[in-house]
């Protein structure tokens, strides 16, 4: 108010009249930019289709080497090239592929006979899904907080502990953690308490089930997005602007939260994105361990008995996931940090 | 009228203004002062020469032949004869371990020179080119990341043969995605900030500018990236021998050495923590260097 008046300019004269505006006009240039990102999926769907086709026929073998258990009669193989449509060229088998994929119709699975690829991801992925969207979660808390923590406390003893964890957390592999796990919390808890208190070994409910596959899943992710705060936080801290508003007797809280970690956020939000699109779709390795009916291990078995459709089915999943999540990166970027322009 | 000048008094004056040292004189005088790094450094040098020297070390009789069978003492722990114990085969594990340092080490190591390459190239050209370059770089990442790299490695490794150089090439090709974003969100937050729009004012060349202020500020978080893709880039050399494709057995490697430890950790659980020991190290190392580095490529921390 009292700026208008020093202008000489009547209320609500230019300047608030922009002011109004400004919101609205990047509310606009965001719904814009998405709308465009999210038609640019398709051609990226397309290419990943092409180049997984493509993979899929230049590599080794072929679907029907491990079927039964035995090697099978060329006329045997001959007819199932002809039920599932391999004996054509394969321009038509692409062409037709992306024809049912436009009517969702991502056809029948090879390793498990008479079922539609369709049917079994929509069965399995829920369970890859929640098991990923938690791990996420905790990958998000405990990575961040460790990382922020340690930055903030360099060189103390939190900092090597956090240090020291995240590097335990690269160099064990997951299956073996899973398998320590296994062993620590079911087998020998067992036996300690009698029975009483352990936790699951195998099986799949979402109760206690969950535990060990969450956090065996969450290890690496989250020693690695400790790592990445720590670092992108140690960056900022020996910013100008950070040294100011500790000179201006800002309280820790503010410095931290307002100065600090929305700076030092852009890297992490870039590893988060990936980082998500590969939980829900699964890990392999926790899938198996721990006997869970998600879609991570179906896609390995896919690719190793060439399930053909299969392998796209899971590959057009993964790259709409990866694709949005790159999506929801490049938007919170502008949220982060408001110099950044969209393109 | 003009005012007597005194004569300044030249010899007071405080000429001691620090020496001047080029750059990279600077950062390696920097660089040896932080203990940590140059412990790191110390620690990968003794790797590489354990590498090259296995060999060697072996033919004088400090250590065993990594692939000789001892059936009789399968799956021992620590002993006189065998300091690390024995594994599944009753090979020497300590042997393994030193020998694997070569497949290890180079995989880990060469693997992270295609990142920074490859990834490192794309993700600044498109953070600081912006605009359709950018767009049309990301949306080729996003293919690059989608398309299942299994079947890439696969194909590419039928094709080349499963020699050391294409499975580091297959695993280089397909991992640089990550870094690419990284580089690229980054440069994308660094090259509004105000000390570049000055270097632009000034007229600095995009290649001064990229050298001189995007590279040493986004140097952090790809230090870390890059020692988190050793130990990644080891166990997926283990997964592509486990499949079949990869190095082929009784050559041992850290990777390998893991796997067919976890495969009888019940029995001896020393067999799966000394190769992962030996990786944690290499990392350790790696991330202490690194750490040394950035620090001494700091412009503010510059003396």
Redesign the interface.
């Known amino acids: 108010m009292a700026n208008t008046a020093i202008g000489g300019r009547p209320a609500g004269g230019a300047l608030p009249v922009r002011r109004l505006l400004a919101p609205s006009s990047r509310g606009a240039a965001l719904t814009f930019f998405v709308l465009r990102r999210v038609l ?1 999926m398709v ?2 769907l397309f ?2 289709i092409l ?2 086709f493509l ?2 026929h ?3 073998g072929s679907p029907w080497d491990r079927a039964g258990g035995r090697q099978l009669s060329a006329t045997i193989v001959q007819n199932l090239n002809v039920r599932y449509g391999l004996d054509k060229p394969i321009w038509q088998q692409f062409l037709l592929y992306l024809w049912n994929v436009s009517h969702f119709d991502f056809g029948l699975s090879y390793q498990y006979q008479g079922r539609s690829v369709g049917s079994l991801l929509v069965n399995a992925w829920p369970y890859t899904a929640t098991l990923g969207v938690l791990a996420f979660s905790l990958i998000v808390v405990a990575g961040v907080g460790l990382g922020v923590i340690a930055a903030l406390r360099q060189n103390s003893r939190v900092d090597y502990v956090a240090m020291g964890f995240s ?2 957390g ?4 997951n ?2 953690v899973g ?2 796990f296994i ?1 620590v919390f079911g087998v020998f808890m067992y036996k300690l308490t009698g029975g009483a208190y352990s936790l699951p070994v195998s099986g799949f409910g979402l109760d206690d089930h969950l535990i060990m596959p969450v956090v065996t899943l969450a290890l690496l992710p989250t ?2 997005i400790a ?2 705060t ?3 936080t ?2 900022i801290l ?1 910013q100008d602007y950070v040294r100011t508003a500790w000179a201006k007797g800002l309280t820790e809280r503010l410095v931290v939260l307002k100065h600090i970690l929305k700076n030092s956020l ?2 992490v ?3 988060l ?2 980082t998500f699109a590969f939980l829900v779709t699964g890990s392999v390795i926790v899938e198996t361990v721990f006997v869970i009916p998600g879609i991570g291990s179906s ?2 078995t896919a ?2 008995s060439r399930d053909y459709p299969m ?1 796209l089915a ?2 057009i999943l ?2 709409i996931v ?2 949005v999540a ?1 999506l929801v ?1 490049d938007v919170l ?1 502008v949220f ?2 408001p ?3 969209l ?1 | 009228m003009a005012l007597p000048i005194p004569a300044a008094p030249v010899e007071e004056v405080d000429w001691d203004v620090p020496e001047q040292v080029g750059l990279w004189t600077d950062v390696w005088r920097r660089f040896r002062r932080n203990r940590l790094a140059v412990a790191g450094a110390v620690v990968v040098v003794i790797l590489l020469a354990d590498a090259l020297l296995a060999g060697l070390l072996q033919q004088i009789g400090l250590i065993q032949d990594p692939i000789k069978q001892h059936v009789e003492i399968t799956l021992a722990g620590p002993s006189a004869q065998h300091l690390l114990g024995t594994d599944y085969l009753g090979r020497d594990t300590l042997s393994r371990l030193m020998y694997g340092a070569r497949i290890s080490l180079t995989i880990g190591i060469l693997v992270q020179a295609i990142y920074v390459v490859i990834g490192g190239t794309i993700g600044m050209i498109a953070g600081y080119a ?3 370059v ?2 049309l770089l ?2 080729f990442t ?2 690059w ?4 790299d ?3 490695v ?2 590419l490794v ?2 080349f043969g499963p020699s050391l150089l294409s499975i580091f090439a297959a695993i280089g090709i397909v991992n640089w ?2 870094l690419a ?2 580089v ?3 440069v ?2 660094i090259k ?2 105000e000390y570049v729009e000055s270097a632009r004012a000034v007229g600095s060349s995009h290649f001064k500018i990229v050298l001189r202020h995007l590279v040493p ?1 986004a140097l ?2 790809v ?3 890059l ?2 893709g050793i ?2 880039a080891i ?1 997926l050399e283990a997964a592509l021998s486990y ?1 079949g494709v990869g190095i082929q057995p009784p050559t041992p490697s850290w990777g390998v050495m ?1 796997q067919d430890g ?1 495969q009888a ?2 029995a001896s659980p020393w067999q ?1 923590t000394f190769p ?2 030996a ?2 190290i290499t ?2 190392s790696f ?1 202490f260097i690194g ?1 040394g580095l ?1 620090d001494a490529l ?1 412009p ?2 510059r003396q």
């Open positions: 640019w051609p990226v290419f990943v180049i997984t993979l899929m230049l590599a080794p590097t335990f690269a160099s064990v592999p299956f073996v398998m320590l062993i020693a690695f790592r990445l720590r670092a992108s140690l960056d020996r852009i890297p939000v870039t590893a994105g990936p896609f390995v690719v190793l392998i899971t590959t993964f790259s990866v694709a790159n990166v970027y982060i940090d110099r950044v322009r393109t | 912006g605009g359709r950018d767009n990301m949306r996003d293919i990341y989608a398309f299942p299994l079947l890439f696969l194909v039928s094709v995605v990550n974003r990284l690229r969100g980054q994308l937050s509004e900030k500020n952090g978080p230090i870390v990236t020692t988190f130990p990644a166990f499949l893991i976890y950790i019940y799966v992962a020991f990786i944690a990392m350790l991330s750490d950035r700091d503010r921390m």
